[in-house]
């Protein structure tokens, strides 16, 4: 009997392979299994790029974003041996000044398009000057939205493990040094997400 369990638990480590990995805020390394996915890591960027445009064209009033660091690597099993297979993470910084007042509107958007489309709320983070929702697509890719330092928020997608190839950056317009922007923290007013007090009652909704 001890055999059999023995042997079971080393089955159960053989498929493990990469995982979500947070940024700074709430989620640490999360082992998953290795799954069978068609898609190579460029395919898996390319997604990961329209699932970030999707949820920012689900916010309104909108917001500006800047990209985020792109990164890329790959998934082992639990010898730290390559698998064949890779991850690829995907990142927007959002430029827009939200104020600590309305955070709670604009995760409550983003949690109800999530929600609408099948995603699977995995955290919540809930404080008010650096909240935080973590949740796993339908295609197993893993999301995030984080606030973090000087009220920044950021738009997280890692992809699961697919198949290990060459992966290229997004094309990215040139930002000016010398701009705010080019600091990555938020700058731009919005009459609503930067607004103090309770929001309106006809709060924006995906």
Request: aromatic letters at 8%; one cysteine or more.
């Amino acid at each position: 009997m001890k055999t059999r369990v023995v042997t079971l638990l080393a089955a159960a480590l053989l498929v493990s392979g990469c995982g979500f990995v947070g940024d700074g805020v709430g989620e640490g390394r999360q082992e998953e299994p290795v799954k069978e996915n068609h898609m190579n890591m460029q395919e898996a960027g390319d997604r990961a790029e329209e699932m970030l445009d999707a949820f920012l064209g689900a916010i309104h009033p909108s917001v500006e974003v800047i990209p985020g660091a792109s990164s890329a690597s790959t998934c082992s099993d639990f010898k730290n041996d390559s698998t064949g297979t890779g991850s690829v993470t995907r990142r927007r910084a959002v430029v827009t000044i939200i104020s600590s007042e309305r955070r709670g509107n604009f995760l409550g958007v983003v949690e109800r398009y999530w929600k609408k489309h099948g995603y699977k709320i995995t955290s919540v983070v809930d404080n008010k000057e650096m909240p935080a929702i973590y949740a796993t697509a339908p295609n197993d890719f893993r999301v995030a939205l984080e606030f973090g330092y000087a009220g920044q928020a950021n738009f997280v997608v890692v992809s699961p493990c697919v198949t290990e190839s060459k992966v290229t950056e997004p094309s990215r317009k040139p930002v000016d040094p010398e701009a705010f922007k080019s600091e990555g923290l938020p700058y731009l007013h919005s009459d609503f997400w930067s607004g103090k007090g309770p929001a309106p009652s006809s709060s924006p909704s995906a």
